[in-house]
């Protein structure tokens, strides 16, 4: 599919639905979310699919202050969007 480049494009992905990415990881490993932004709670919901763990960040900033790997990630371009 191809790397989302920011924060705003992936919100518009994730806009009241569910999406699948992989965080592609050093040695060809990847980490697999099902991510979904609610726009009338301002809310992220992951579900971490290597563990089946799920995370609720309150908007942007929770989720850029909680999970700064992600974001760390998304700067080098390894989101990726599939299916």
Same mark, same amino acid.
């Given at each position: 599919m191809g790397s989302v480049k920011n924060?705003?494009?992936?919100k518009t992905q994730c806009l009241n639905k569910n999406n699948d990415y992989y965080i592609a990881l050093n040695g060809g490993l990847r980490s697999s979310k099902?991510?979904?932004?609610?726009s009338t709670t301002d809310r992220w919901h992951i579900h971490n699919e290597i563990d089946n763990t799920y995370d609720v960040f309150n908007g942007d900033e929770d989720f850029k202050e909680k999970?700064?790997? &992600? &974001?760390?990630?998304?700067k080098m371009g390894a989101i990726i969007k599939y299916r």
């Open positions: 924060l705003a494009e992936l099902n991510i979904t932004y609610n999970y700064p790997l &992600f &974001f760390a990630a998304l």
